[in-house]
């Protein structure tokens, strides 16, 4: 929940409440879409899904909107350190780490078209004059990239879900993503 205050808040500030919000519902259903599709044999409940999406979304806000950061490294190191840090906790039995993966893609992508800024320096020109673009060619080729690929995944992940496909038949080592068994804890496949 902290990481709520810190990354939710100050994308709430920048960007508002619709698209911050649009941003982790979507990501919590991305999150659920990829946990039902692993975790056969339990219930997993919780926000942590979209929570990991805020996380992605604020990932791919920095990367989109790259030229308006002074300290752009350290914002990109602490980002990726947290994120890592809270996946690695997620390899722990009973942490759904796939909901935190879902979350995370999910936000990541929805970042590329909700968290798009005008590049810096931008300005309508009033009486027609000639201007910028709004956007520079990498921010729409992204934010393109972003509608497609969510469009997919989802119809894809969705489809799968409703055919009550198990992932873990398609995919022989993903069970360790969420949960990794040593000498301390076993893991319910």
Same mark, same amino acid.
């Not at 009550?164 to 000498?183: A, E, I």
């Given at each position: 929940m902290i990481s709520l205050i810190f990354v939710g808040v100050r994308l709430e500030q920048q960007f508002?409440?619709?698209?911050?919000?649009?941003?982790?519902? %979507?990501?919590? !259903?991305?999150?659920? &879409? =990829?946990?039902?599709?692993? %975790?056969? *044999?339990? &219930?997993?409940?919780? $926000?942590?899904? $979209? =929570?990991?999406? =805020? !996380?992605? $979304?604020? !990932?791919?806000?920095? %990367?989109? *909107?790259?030229?308006i950061y002074s300290n752009r490294i350290a914002a990109m190191a602490n980002l990726l350190i947290i994120a890592a840090i809270n996946l690695a906790i997620g390899i722990l039995p009973h942490v759904d780490n796939f909901a935190h993966i879902g979350g995370f893609v999910t936000g990541f992508l929805l970042g590329f078209v909700l968290l798009i800024q005008p590049r810096f320096g931008w300005s309508a020109q009033p009486f027609g004059g000639k201007t910028k673009s709004k956007y520079s060619a990498c921010q729409i080729v992204l934010l393109v990239l972003a509608i497609i690929l969510t469009i997919a995944a989802f119809a894809v992940g969705l489809l799968m879900v409703f055919r009550g496909v198990n992932g873990n038949d398609h995919c022989s080592w993903c069970h360790y993503l969420s949960c990794v068994p040593t000498s301390s804890w076993k893991c319910d496949t």
């Amino acid at each position: 929940m902290i990481s709520l205050i810190f990354v939710g808040v100050r994308l709430e500030q920048q960007f508002g409440f619709w698209k911050v919000g649009l941003v982790y519902l %979507i990501s919590g !259903l991305g999150g659920s &879409v =990829l946990s039902v599709l692993f %975790i056969r *044999n339990g &219930v997993s409940v919780g $926000a942590s899904g $979209a =929570l990991f999406g =805020l !996380l992605g $979304a604020m !990932l791919s806000e920095l %990367i989109t *909107n790259w030229t308006i950061y002074s300290n752009r490294i350290a914002a990109m190191a602490n980002l990726l350190i947290i994120a890592a840090i809270n996946l690695a906790i997620g390899i722990l039995p009973h942490v759904d780490n796939f909901a935190h993966i879902g979350g995370f893609v999910t936000g990541f992508l929805l970042g590329f078209v909700l968290l798009i800024q005008p590049r810096f320096g931008w300005s309508a020109q009033p009486f027609g004059g000639k201007t910028k673009s709004k956007y520079s060619a990498c921010q729409i080729v992204l934010l393109v990239l972003a509608i497609i690929l969510t469009i997919a995944a989802f119809a894809v992940g969705l489809l799968m879900v409703f055919r009550g496909v198990n992932g873990n038949d398609h995919c022989s080592w993903c069970h360790y993503l969420s949960c990794v068994p040593t000498s301390s804890w076993k893991c319910d496949t």
